[in-house]
């Protein structure tokens, strides 16, 4: 029977492209379907200039057919062009807050997913900061090792040298035949 410890952040495998995958928690509030998508498409074609121009064309052309006589289905004071603009008004104004409540949404997941990569980069930085500071140790330690090894080399060198001339001396004071 073995026992296999839990993975920690020390020993647990990196995924280098964790912060280009898709993220379960950035999925939109009211889901993928179709009716969602095609309104949030829709709620965002209102604000568009060609939308705004389109409209003013259909208007104009609207009240000039009516005002000039070549059609008379809508005469002044436009009650069929008043109820088109309050049609319109009733479904734009619950899908143009649908499609702000969806992008609050992803906006708020969005700014959840920065704020954790934010710590994890915090966190990575205050361990690559403390591995320095190690390092920086270690380095400074070998260093004074280095340093001692030198004197004691220098005072080494310097007995041989005076136990050599001492040698020397005393070999010229004593000459052996």
Not at 34 to 62: K, M, N, S, Y
Not at 147 to 173: A, G, V, Y
Request: charged share 20%; no cysteine.
């Amino acid at each position: 029977m073995t026992t296999e410890k839990p993975a920690t952040p020390e020993t647990a495998p990196v995924d280098h492209l964790r912060f280009h995958r898709p993220h379960a928690h950035l999925a939109t509030t009211f889901g993928n379907d179709t009716f969602a998508l095609r309104a949030e498409a829709f709620a965002r074609f209102f604000g568009t200039p060609t939308f705004l121009g389109a409209q003013t064309l259909i208007v104009l052309l609207w009240v000039s057919l009516n005002v000039f006589g070549v059609t008379t289905f809508d005469v002044y004071p436009f009650i069929l062009l008043n109820l088109a603009f309050s049609l319109q008004s009733a479904y734009a104004a619950p899908l143009i807050l649908l499609a702000q409540t969806r992008q609050a949404a992803r906006d708020k997941a969005q700014a959840d997913a920065d704020a954790l990569h934010r710590e994890a980069l915090a966190q990575a930085n205050t361990e690559r900061q403390a591995q320095a500071a190690q390092n920086t140790a270690q380095l400074l330690e070998l260093l004074q090792q280095n340093t001692r090894l030198t004197e004691m080399t220098k005072s080494l060198t310097e007995r041989i040298e005076n136990l050599t001339s001492e040698m020397h001396q005393h070999m010229k004071q004593n000459p052996q035949r």
